[in-house]
Nanobody
Framework: VQLQASGGGLVQAGDALTLSCAAS????????MGWFRQTPGKERDFVAV????????YYADSVKGRFIISRDNAKSTVSLQMNSLKPEDTAVYFC?????????????????WGQGTLVTVSS
């Protein structure tokens, strides 16, 4: 699976932004899709994951209630709607695909990764 993330940019605190990830290659709906983020000098942190059928979603505590993950299997895309953005949300955001949803918060569970898109939230 090849993943292409897009939608990053510079926004102000309190604004909303939606990231998208387009998949190509293998059958998209065989994979659980996640979003991670990374700031300089730190490890990649789990943000959210959506199961193959979209019935299962999990979120990091830091984004719960503000971010919404969704997928469109017909279009082979996964989106991350980010609301009420905070300066601490500033990071490079990566989409990733996993075959198993166990240990969904570990980047080791994901076998395909997109290139990342930068989100900068100014105060």
């Amino acid at each position: 699976v090849q993943l292409q993330a897009s939608g990053g940019g510079l926004v102000q605190a309190g604004d909303a932004l939606t990231l998208s990830c387009a998949a190509s290659g293998r059958t998209f709906d065989n994979y659980h899709m996640g979003w991670f983020r990374q700031t300089p000098g730190k490890e990649r942190d789990f943000v959210a994951v959506v199961g193959v059928s979209e019935e299962i979603t999990y979120y990091a505590d830091s984004v719960k209630g503000r971010f919404i993950i969704s997928r469109d299997n017909a279009k082979s895309t996964v989106s991350l709607q980010m609301n009420s953005l905070k300066p601490e949300d500033t990071a490079v955001y990566f989409c990733a695909a996993a075959q198993r949803i166990q240990n969904y918060s570990s980047e080791l569970s994901y076998i395909y990764w997109g290139q990342g898109t930068l989100v900068t939230v100014s105060s």
